[in-house]
């Protein structure tokens, strides 16, 4: 969704909308908190909180332990208070020790104490490769989180998307693991609204209308897929749809999208086996078999651990194998 323009708008990247989006909630509710290791002084480690410290002060922008679990834990506690904690993890590789804290408390809250309590927390975490990293700093295991009934999972892809679903999850009742793909943090930048506004949790944006093929991506792979989809222009008329959250799944507009083409692919750079890709399949399988022209082609990362320099671009798509997927599905 474009800016309107009578609104006063910044040309940001994605990661200074995050920066834009924690500071517009913070400065219209107190309760708001943000909290993580170096977050505060150091404004993060990639400058996501940058300039918070200053302007909020050390009781709400909060510099803890390198302690995950104990982070989300402190958080969760402040979120049935009645509080809105905003806690980093500074890369996804190092959620798992907050995981027990994450899946066996945040995300049972409401149930456990029908419906007394609610966590509005959102676990903010760089995620995904193409940066040159280090082992444990490129993970995608967004499927992880998904699976998990009592979290929403929200992957943005655009600055101006990503200001909106922010807001979104930080006014949610209920736990929100936020995940930011750290190779567009500054990719590019757009024009995003100085003011406040939602972009609503649970609702994908078609990118590109086509007829030929429905292509279901979010996150990094976005901009790839489209300009494989802009690559074959000509050839082959490919719509492209960012779903932008994982967790609710906009079922609507992937079936809808399914219907019109008869043929679909999904790219993510998670590993194939138990990615979403499968559950995409699966849910146009139960909602549209009968429009089904082509098995549903799956282009995504390879089910080994994230390599190292190297190899880095081989696993990740790119838009030569997302072109190539998506010949295969249509030459089916």
């Known amino acids: 969704m474009a800016a309107e323009s009578t609104a006063e708008v910044e040309n940001l990247t994605l990661v200074q909308a995050v920066r834009d989006g924690l500071y517009t909630e913070m400065e219209r509710d107190e309760d708001v908190l943000v909290m993580g290791e170096d977050v505060g002084k150091n404004g993060?480690?990639?400058?996501?909180?940058?300039?918070?410290?200053?302007?909020?002060?050390?009781?709400?922008?909060?510099?803890?332990?390198?302690?995950?679990?104990g982070i989300v834990g402190t958080a969760i506690g402040m979120a049935a208070y009645g509080m809105r904690p905003v806690p980093e993890m500074q890369f996804m590789g190092f959620i798992y020790p907050a995981f027990d804290q994450i899946v066996s408390h945040a995300a049972r809250l409401r149930t456990r104490s029908r419906g007394r309590y609610t966590c509005p927390m959102v676990v903010r975490a760089p995620y995904g490769g193409g940066i040159r990293a280090p082992e444990h700093h490129s993970e995608s295991t967004e499927a992880m989180f998904v699976h998990q009934p009592g979290l929403k999972v929200v992957i943005p892809s655009t600055p101006y998307d990503t200001k909106g679903l922010l807001t979104s999850a930080i006014r949610d009742p209920?736990?929100?693991?936020?995940?930011?793909?750290?190779?567009?943090?500054?990719?590019?930048?757009?024009?995003?609204?100085?003011?406040?506004?939602?972009?609503?949790?649970?609702?994908?944006?078609?990118?590109r209308e086509g007829s030929d093929i429905s292509v279901f991506t979010w996150g990094a792979m976005t901009r790839p897929t489209l300009e494989a989809a802009e690559n074959l222009d000509g050839e082959i008329d490919v719509e492209v749809v960012d779903l932008r959250t994982m967790s609710p799944l906009d079922v609507d507009t992937i079936v809808d999208s399914?219907?019109?083409?008869?043929?679909?692919?999904?790219?993510?750079?998670?590993?194939?086996?138990?990615?979403?890709g499968a559950e995409i399949a699966a849910t146009i399988q139960e909602e549209a078999l009968l429009y089904q022209e082509a098995p549903v082609e799956r282009i995504s990362g390879f089910d080994t651990p994230f390599p190292l320099y190297a190899l880095e671009d081989y696993y990740l798509p790119e838009p030569a194998r997302i072109e190539s997927g998506i010949r295969d599905a249509v030459g089916f």
């Open 258 to 276: 399914f219907k019109k083409t008869g043929r679909a692919a999904v790219v993510h750079e998670a590993p194939k086996t138990g990615g979403l």
């Open 44 to 69: 993060g480690v990639f400058r996501a909180t940058e300039g918070l410290y200053d302007e909020f002060g050390e009781n709400r922008v909060i510099d803890t332990p390198l302690a995950e679990s």
């Open 174 to 207: 209920d736990p929100v693991i936020f995940l930011e793909p750290k190779l567009i943090y500054r990719a590019f930048r757009e024009e995003v609204p100085m003011e406040s506004y939602e972009v609503p949790l649970g609702e994908a944006a078609v990118r």
